[in-house]
Every structure is written in C-alpha cells, then in structure tokens.
C-alpha cells in the first residue's frame, strides 16, 4: 500500500524516471552544483549578513548596464548572482530539512549516506519549492497560515512525486493522513517551528519537542517496518528490521544532518524575498513535467484531485492574506537570524529518545498483534490529526472563527442591558 522508489521515498514514478538515467551521473551532477555553490561560499556569507536596502532608480540603471570599466556593472551582475545562489541554497537545504521528516524519520530501510541525501533532496526541491512560495507570499500572522502551506507541500509530495493520494480516489483520506506526516511534522514542525525556537532561542521548548518527537519517532519505525516489509522487498531494499544499535547509529546520523542543515541555513536565508512570476511559473513547469512521466501513465485523473487540494488550499490562504495588511513582513522574513550551535545542539534529543524506545519497542516484537495494532492506531491519529489540523486551519483563514467570537461577544455585551431592561 505504502510503495516507494527505489530513491527512498521518491515514489513508483521516481522509480520509472530514475531508471532511465544513471544514478551515478544524477550523483556527478548534484556534486558539481554543490561545488559551484561552495565556490561564492564567501560571497554569500557576507551578503546574506548584509541588510537589504531599497534600490534606488540608480541601482536599477546600472543593473541595466553592462560591466564598465568602473565596474559598477560589474559588482551589480555579481550580486544578483550572489542573490540567485543564496536563495537556491535557501530552497535546497530547506528540502534537506524535511526529507529528514518526510523520509528519513518515516522509514529507514535506505539508510542515509551522501548520496541519498543529495538526491533526495534534489527531488524535494519541486514540494519544497512549493511550500516555501506560499509562505514567502503570505504575510506572518498566525501559525494556521504555515499548516496550509504545508498541506500544500503534503499534496506536491504524495501528488506529484508519487500516486499515493490517489489510491483512495476521490476521498481525501490519503490526503488527510500525509498532511499529518509531511506537512505538520516535516513543514511545521522540523522546518517552521524548529527554525522560530532555534531564531527565538528558546532551547527549552525545543528540547521538549524533539524528545517528545523521538519517543514517537522510534515506536513508529519499529511497527512501520513490521507492517510494510513487503513492499521493501518489491523494490529492493533489505527489509531486515535493523538492531537497536544500527538503528541508534542511523537515528544520530539523521540528527546530525538535520542540525547541521538549520545551522547553514542561516547564513542563506533571504531577507525580502518574494517569489518573481518566472519562479512561480518555472515551479508549476517542472512540478507538471514531472507529474506527466511519473504520475499521469498509473492515475491519469490525477490532475483533477490535485487541482482541487490544492486549489482549494491555496483560495484558504489567499482569504487569510485579506485578513492581514500587505505590508507586513512575510513568514520568511520573521524567521531571518542565524542560531548559535548550543541553541541547535538541543535537536539532537530526538535521536536519543527514539534509539531508547527504538529498544523498548523492539525488544517485544515478538507480539505481532500488538504491533499491528500500535501501527494502524498511528495511522488513524496522522489521519485524524492531518484533518483536525486542516479544517481548523481552513476556519481561521475564512474568517469564521473570528465571526464566531464576534457573536458570542456581541450577546455576552447585550446580556447586562437585557437584565437592566428586565
């Protein structure tokens, strides 16, 4: 039910794409970007701790110019440059923030190596990229605002990488439940709230969090790969349940990498960015290219569910936008600073604590039933959860809440003057 690619996750139609290149050119490939990337490495420190001021009718000149001998043309070809690398710095370490969520932590049959994670989050440029549009488009007011652009994140990963939304056809329970996994822990949780607490510095709370998230995170690995094994097999991983040791190795590794990966953020994150029409368009283009060979040949009424999620979710944000002035700083730009290592240092409590219940659980696997049962009461919580998460979400954002309050505020006012009259 659950089947992935050969790409950890990246889905059936990952698998049909991938097969026909060569992983080893895909891996040269990304290695290349990364180099080049590191090469500005200087640049794009002292830019992004910079602070950005209004171009003045000037700048724009010049940048219409070409380099001089002045240079001036020069330096301002260079920073539009140094702008482009920074925010596809910005975009790809984001990706590698919620693989860790979205597949690294749901399962661990693929392990984690640099090149699984290079690309895999290559591949999760395309929902991340999507995630982040939104919220760099949508003024930061509430926290309803970050769980819709994450269900749109959700329906990108289970919509476009992979048919899995369209295994239960028109019902939105497949949709429901990734919105459970993908967009509240992976985009909420490991992207946003991890990133606001690291930012705010409240070590404390986020020590909290990712021990709470670990204890889950080791019960959910052992009963996950006890109910999906066969699947593993099909596409050709080792579906042996890993020792308590190999997987408390695997679960540090993840940890590390999600840390280190919020730490480099940092020095990339953009200040005052909103996506141009040529991003939004070169999204949607490579999101339909991608959803055409790996999606359309197994559901070809694809385009109408995923049309409708995540139609309907991005109207819920466009109302919430109407509800907060324009001017106001967006989610990205609130969430601009760069965390000192001991402030990071706490994430790596959800390693400790899912290798302890890792342990716990595995050491009575032997109760099938037990497990079985354990496994699909999570399945039903990320179900019920994703879908609690969304429609209360989708209330804030249409303003019903806040017209509810209005009412009973309104009877509350007029309760003593009816008394009076009485």
């Known amino acids: 039910m659950w089947a992935y690619g050969p790409v950890a996750g990246t889905g059936i139609g990952a698998r049909r794409l991938v097969g026909l290149l060569d992983r080893r050119c895909i ?136 048919p899995i939304i369209y295994g239960d056809g028109p019902l939105p329970i497949m949709a429901a439940m990734f919105v459970g996994w993908h967009g509240l822990i992976s985009f909420v949780g490991f992207w946003y709230l991890t990133r606001t607490w690291l930012v705010n510095g409240e070590t ?6 990712a021990a709470a998230f670990g204890s889950l995170w080791g019960v959910w690995a052992v009963v996950s790969a006890m109910a999906d094994p066969p699947d593993a097999a099909e596409i050709g991983f080792d579906a042996t349940l890993l020792a308590p040791g190999g997987f408390a190795r695997y679960a540090l590794a993840v940890g590390a990498t999600f840390a280190v990966a919020h730490w480099l953020i940092g020095y990339v994150w953009p200040v005052g960015w909103r996506p141009s029409k040529i991003s939004t368009w070169a999204i949607a283009v490579i999101a339909g290219g991608y959803m055409v060979v790996a999606v359309l040949p197994a559901v070809l009424w694809a ?26 700083p967006s989610i990205i730009d609130k969430l601009n600073g760069h965390p000192r290592l001991r402030h990071i240092a706490p994430v790596m409590l959800m390693s400790l604590t899912a290798a302890l219940t890792y342990t716990g659980t595995w050491a009575v696997r032997g109760y099938e039933e037990l497990m079985g049962g354990v496994y699909w009461m999570l399945v039903g919580a990320q179900i ?39």
């Open 204 to 209: 404390g709370r986020l020590s909290i969090v």
């Open 384 to 422: 019920t959860v994703g879908a609690g998460a969304f429609i209360w979400a989708g209330r804030r954002a249409a303003g019903r809440d806040k017209r509810r309050r209005s009412r009973e505020q309104s009877r509350v006012d007029m309760a003593p003057t009816e008394r009076h009259t009485a």
């Open 27 to 162: 891996c040269n490939i990304l290695q290349q970007s990364i180099w080049t990337i590191g090469s500005f490495s200087p640049i794009l420190l002292r830019r992004s701790l910079t602070p950005r001021t209004k171009r003045s009718q000037n700048d724009e000149d010049d940048a219409l110019t070409l380099p001089g001998n002045d240079g001036t043309g020069l330096r301002t070809l260079r920073d539009r440059l140094t702008n482009v690398l920074a925010v596809s710095a910005f975009v790809y370490l984001s990706s590698i923030i919620v693989v860790m969520a979205s597949e690294r932590a749901y399962w661990f049959w693929a392990g984690l190596d640099f090149e699984s994670v290079f690309i895999l989050g290559a591949f999760y440029l395309i929902p991340a990229g999507a995630g982040l549009w939104a919220v760099a488009l949508t003024p930061a007011k509430r926290s309803y605002q970050v769980v819709l652009a994450g269900a749109i994140f959700a329906f990108v990963v289970e919509g476009v990488l992979t």
């Open 303 to 328: 385009p109408i569910k995923l049309a409708a999620l995540i139609g309907g979710t991005w109207w819920l944000i466009s109302l919430s936008r109407k509800q907060v002035p324009q001017d106001e």
